[in-house]
């Protein structure tokens, strides 16, 4: 649906409805004629603090697909931040537009004035198709950004951090299925080659795995296939192969009811957000196949605890300590799904939840 050609009735019902169904706080449209900037700021929910979340390009093609992916993954960043431990709250930001073709220094900080005109109730960093440059450019306009080069005091490119996340998720899911989390032989699917998937791909293969991979660009499979020795299939065929584990690192919603049922996996454990389209279906549907599923809001908040650590002063090796506990939190997933007798995202929602509550009830008797 596009907003500009609705009726005013049809587009407040729609947006109002998507809001509420996933209950945000505030939803920003951004736009500017001169630099072309379309773009929606999704602020899912700030109890534990500001809430935090990367901003994405992409050619959508349409606007309520733009708008869907923000409300999606800004309430995936809430749960993230919360079941992570982090005093942060969840936003998102989606830019609409070829990355490759349409943005621009004015673009990038028209955009930080938008982020500097919420107060600091959203604080923006990098995410599929902006990158550390352009974060320079927002913050040029704002202070409420993270994710800069490390000259300016940040913490670089969060990649290989969320890589590392889910890497430890990987292992911890290993060490479920399989007794014990060595990775050498294992046979491992990768959706995904670009900044995070091609770090992911470099553990693996340290680790012993041996790597299928797929992308729908070519330089990265190019480096996995070369360096990482990774066999190289189809987009469409990465569902269908006869491997341990299948790791999702491009976008969301694969794990739909046509791709399950091609699953030949005892693992999926990727980076991709909002992995599953719909948590309460198709997580049932993966459970009954008998495959263990780490949810993606856990294995790839690597990213997100990266970007924290630069508000006490960017320290890497912290970060990747505190990354490496998404381990420990896989295995109390796992434990908790088989206890409650459910899915492991909603056994994982339960528990970024019961944070989330337990604070606004101690924020209330204060």
Request: aromatic content about 8%; hydrophobic content about 40%.
């Amino acid at each position: 649906m596009s907003l500009a050609n609705a009726s005013s009735t049809d587009t407040q019902f729609d947006l109002f409805t998507k809001v509420a169904r996933f209950d945000h706080e505030q939803v920003l449209i951004c736009q500017d004629n001169h630099s072309g900037l379309k773009a929606i700021i999704a602020i899912h929910n700030t109890v534990l603090g500001p809430g935090l979340g990367g901003t994405r390009m992409w050619k959508y093609a349409t606007e309520a697909e733009a708008i869907n992916d923000a409300l999606r993954l800004s309430r995936g960043m809430t749960y993230k931040a919360a079941i992570s431990g982090l005093n942060l709250g969840g936003a998102k930001a989606v830019i609409i537009g070829d990355p490759a073709k349409d943005k621009s220094e004015h673009l990038m900080r028209k955009f930080g004035r938008y982020v500097e005109n919420l107060g600091g109730k959203y604080v923006t960093a990098e995410d599929v198709g902006t990158t550390t440059k352009d974060m320079e450019y927002v913050a040029m306009e704002t202070e409420h950004v993270v994710g800069l080069p490390e000259i300016m005091g940040g913490g670089g490119d969060p990649s290989p951090v969320t890589a590392y996340g889910v890497y430890m998720g990987i292992k911890a899911s290993a060490k479920k299925a399989f007794g014990n989390d060595s990775l050498t032989g294992k046979k491992i699917a990768v959706q995904g080659a670009g900044k995070v998937g091609l770090h992911l791909i470099e553990l693996l293969h340290k680790d012993g795995a041996i790597i299928t991979a797929t992308d729908i660009f070519e330089s990265g499979l190019k480096t996995a296939a070369e360096k990482y020795k990774a066999t190289i299939v189809k987009p469409e065929a990465i569902f269908e192969q006869d491997v341990d584990i299948f790791a999702p690192c491009a976008l969301g919603a694969i794990l739909n009811t046509e791709n399950i049922a091609k699953l030949k996996c005892q693992i999926v454990a990727g980076a991709a957000n909002n992995q599953l389209e719909d948590d309460n279906i198709h997580g049932d549907m993966v459970r009954a196949k008998g495959i263990y599923y780490a949810p993606d809001f856990l294995i790839n908040a690597g990213g997100l605890i990266n970007v924290y650590s630069e508000y006490n002063g960017y320290v890497r090796e912290i970060a990747f300590a505190q990354t490496e506990n998404i381990y420990n939190t896989v295995l109390n997933i796992y434990s908790k799904s088989e206890e409650d007798n459910i899915n492991t995202q909603l056994a994982a929602i339960k528990l970024a939840e019961k944070r989330i509550n337990d604070t606004m009830l101690l924020q209330s008797k204060i």
